[in-house]
């Protein structure tokens, strides 16, 4: 088992630190055995090691004569001198990455979007073009997209309440979003068109009513707080059939239940 | 392959038995570092090997061409491609670089090779390719497509309508164009041979009475994967018709089912007693997760990573009765309350991911994992041996603690959210706990690396990581030095990847020879010019150097000035067949 790499010829002696016996030393000639002892594996919790500010500093001088015979191989212009003090907290001579950073942390697109509320759907963001695909994934925050759903229509649609300034604009875009697919779930043969309207979403009067659940998961009525109030706590919303709102509400211990115990 | 067994047939003995017995004897070597060994004996064992080696391993479909590969083993039955780099599943590959499926297929039906499976990794698959596929192979059995794109559901209707033998048909995290069609309506009735059906990744509608036909014809159904277009019913019906289903993955079920429908899904899930892995949830409401209590103590795998929406109670509440998991993915929330809940009762586990559930810590939530679970985990599961860990934060003490308690790790990979963070509690880099990592555990093939790490871990790592076969780092050393530790000290290295970190030319350059005893090398964002890599590409024709910039037309305009500039993405894998042809503008192979 060689410790030297193939080519030996073109291969720096001096970094040459992992031989065949597994104990490793400078081939310069410097053997300095204090650094093999700091440098030395142990398995013991860390904070014993005071002296590795100093032993860094002694490597730190040798560093500077070994980087220039480095670099003269390929007359590289790379300078370490902004390197030579190493301390465990320079975090500022470090990469750090300011922001979001592209393919950072590294999971699959589909899992970025999996928790964010606000994130597109449909896989649109996954396709990059140059890589950059990071960026187009990254949700604005202006716009405020939440799930809707409603019962009796397995799927879900997302709505964008930054749009809308009322209860009203809300419950108009909730027809919207849900009479075709309601129609559609109702009449298989779908020969009817678009379906009845879906009125009286908020005064109870209306075949549905909707809900929502709040950032402490509560499920309460639409329309009783001011609008920004409701913004700024709704997390989902749910279209409920108006006969079932006191059985809807039992699975969530709701405000009013709570005040009235 | 047996040492012992190599020496007692020394091959004049051997070269007495007729052809088919050595070919025989042959058939029991399956792995293909043993097969490749073997065929290096003499030219009669390289014939006997050729013609009966069945199965082909590709780990990098530019290393070789289709044509040399049939020539070679003109007896394929089972091929494996992998295709792009692996930082390709996080953006970092552009989507046209390549990985094209096409030519091997047109060379394997020009061929005439008898193709019964094809397994494909990172590769761009085309409608036109599986249609081609699905007719040139008549006792094709099985397609496993993993992170592949570029095709649609018509691609799979071709596959679905002409494999008259189909057995698998495993579509896993890929991007397919959903065009809402009738694939699955393109079995013919005649099928009934499915062993194994995914479809979970495809997005749009299902048609469900032609799901439930297929699955009801197929006997041998064993595993089925539907996607998030399946409702709760239709799942229902899928299960009592094929109780045999010992792997499961459920689809989208955000509405809290009506009692009735609750108690029928129950019932069929009851009757499924041979089930032992569960995945799937993309959206589920956490009543539905307990329709699975009565079997969840066979569960020997269980996938709950997309679950976002369930809570860490819900998600410790079933898993605590999984006692038998083996292979554990889970999300974030769990919590480190969670994960030492699954240490005290999930004895068995063997592998553990753990997920982000908020990447960008966007809502700001509390719940992700610390060290804490991590420790607890190793200091639970004595099986353990992979682990993919993503957190908050990460001290040496636990690593040295994790390394103590658990010497068999194969794979390690953890990934402190925050890049270069260091210890929280002593503000170190955390050297020494990956240190001690490499050093207790000897068998260590897999490791990613992540937080303030120094080049001290790579000399740890060359020293000590014998077995590593794959690396990966990001952000992470300080000089040149950290990457030649690594490049000189792990013999077996195959894979290194390295993102944002201050390795230059004399590190790439150091030694050029080491490249040929690996697969491939990534560097992107770090401090490599274009005339280090020049270079690198004179010195190594046997190497294909590509560049990568985001700025297609740079090409043209690069001049010697630019030899300083430094290279925005390097890839760089051993070949045989010298520059590829289909390199997007954006790619410069030098």
Known sequence: MEGCPRNRETCPKLLDLIPQERKWYHDEGKNNTDQEKKLELRLAPPGGDEEDGSVMKKKNTKKEAEDKTIFNLSGNHFSPSNKTNYAPHHISQKRTAPGPVVGWPPVRSFRKNLASSSSSKLGNDQINKSGDGEKQAEPKREGMFVKINMDSVPIGRKVDLSAYGSYEQLSFAVDKLFRGLLAAQRDASGGEGEGKPIIGLLDGKGEFTLTYEDNEGDKMLVGDVPWQMFVSSVKRLRVIKSSEISSALRFGCSKEDKMRN | ?590
């Open chain 2, 1 to 590: 392959m047996n040492r012992a067994i190599k020496s007692r047939l020394s091959t004049s003995e051997m070269n007495y038995f007729p052809d088919e017995v050595i070919e025989h004897i042959f058939d029991f070597i399956a792995s293909h570092r043993d097969r490749n060994s073997i065929s290096l004996v003499n030219k009669s064992w390289h014939k006997i090997e050729r013609y009966s080696r069945h199965q082909v391993f590709i780990g990098n479909c530019y290393a070789i061409s289709p044509e040399r590969l049939i020539r070679r083993f003109p007896c394929l039955r089972s091929l494996t491609l992998k295709g792009k780099p692996h930082f390709a599943d996080f953006n970092l590959v552009p989507h046209e670089w390549g990985g094209f499926l096409h030519p091997w297929i047109d060379a394997l039906a020009k061929g005439r090779v008898g193709l019964e499976e094809l397994r494909l990794k990172r590769m761009v698959v085309s409608d036109e390719s599986l249609e081609l596929l699905s007719r040139s192979f008549v006792s094709f059995k099985s397609l496993v497509l993993v992170s592949c794109d570029g095709f649609t559901t018509d691609g799979l209707a071709s596959v679905a309508a002409n494999c008259r033998h189909l057995r698998e048909l495993d579509l896993q995290e890929n991007e397919i164009d959903d065009h809402r069609g009738q694939w699955l309506n393109c079995f013919p009735d005649t099928c009934t041979t499915l062993v194994s059906l995914n479809f979970a990744c495809l997005k749009g509608e299902t048609n469900l009475a032609a799901l439930e036909r297929l699955v009801a014809r197929s006997p041998n159904l064993k595993s089925l994967k539907v996607n998030r277009a399946v409702p709760l019913e239709a799942l229902t019906r899928l299960m009592s018709c094929a109780p045999q289903l010992v792997d499961l993955g459920v689809g989208c079920y955000e509405n809290e089912p009506e009692p009735e429908s609750f108690a029928k899904l129950m019932a069929a899930i009851k009757k499924c007693t041979l089930l032992r892995s569960l995945s799937g949830f993309s959206e589920v409401a956490p009543v539905c997760l307990t329709a699975f209590y009565p079997i969840c103590e066979n569960l020997t795998s269980l996938n709950l990573s997309y679950a976002a929406e369930l809570q860490g109670n819900h998600l410790i509440e079933f898993v605590q009765f999984c006692k038998r998991v083996q292979r554990l993915w889970i999300l974030d929330s769990i919590g480190d309350k969670g994960l030492e809940i699954v240490a005290s009762s999930c004895k068995e586990l063997q592998e553990l991911r753990v997920f982000p559930s908020d990447p960008h810590d966007e809502e700001d939530n509390n719940t992700a994992v610390t060290e804490v679970g991590l420790v607890a985990i190793s200091a639970g599961c004595p099986k353990l041996h992979s682990i993919l860990y993503f957190c908050k934060q990460m001290t040496n003490e636990a690593l040295i603690t994790v390394a103590r308690n658990c010497p068999n790790f194969i794979r390690f990979r953890l990934c402190i959210l925050e890049p270069n963070k260091p210890d929280p509690i002593t503000s170190q880099s955390l050297d020494e706990g990956f240190g001690a990592i490499v050093q207790a555990c000897k068998g260590l093939r897999r490791l990613s690396v992540s937080g303030l790490l120094t080049d001290k871990v790579f000399l740890y790592i060359g020293m000590y990581a014998e077995q590593l076969e794959m690396l990966s780092i990001a952000f992470a050393g300080d000089t040149d030095k950290g990457m030649l530790y690594v490049l000189n000290g792990c013999k077996k290295l195959r894979k290194l990847e390295i993102r944002d970190s201050p390795f230059g030319n004399a590190a790439l350059l150091a030694d050029v020879g080491k490249y040929e005893t690996m697969r491939s090398l990534w560097m992107s964002s770090c401090e490599v010019t274009l005339g280090g890599c020049k270079r690198l590409a004179r010195n190594a024709p046997w190497l294909n150097v590509e560049i990568i910039n985001e700025n297609e037309s740079g090409r043209m305009e690069r001049n010697e000035e630019d030899e300083r500039e430094k290279v925005d993405r390097l890839y760089l894998y051993r070949t045989v067949v010298g520059t590829r042809r289909d390199a997007p503008p954006c790619v410069t192979i030098l």
